[in-house]
């Protein structure tokens, strides 16, 4: 792996700790507590929930529209279907 996707990689899990830990928004906790209740260890939880996280940040960037807090828990409630997993 490179040097930039561990940086990016890291940042991701970065901010799935700070989502957890602050409780904001509420769904991220919400998805962790589940996934681990259906059995993923909790490094796999938090690594579907960055999935999420990515997938959410470059939506954004590339589509440049606005951080929609509703979608980005729907994709939550999806795991561990990944936001480009057809249904």
């Not at 930039?4 to 904001?24: G, M, P, S």
């Amino acid at each position: 792996m490179e040097p930039f996707d561990q940086r990016l990689r890291a940042a991701i899990l970065q901010v799935v700790e700070k989502q957890l830990q602050d409780n904001d928004p509420p769904a991220t906790r919400e998805a962790f507590v589940r996934l681990r209740g259906e059995g993923f260890p909790e490094n796999e939880a938090k690594k579907l929930i960055g999935y999420v996280v990515a997938s959410e940040v470059f939506g954004v960037l590339r589509e440049g529209r606005r951080y929609d807090e509703q979608a980005f828990a729907a994709k939550l409630k999806a795991l561990p279907r990944l936001p480009w997993e057809e249904e």
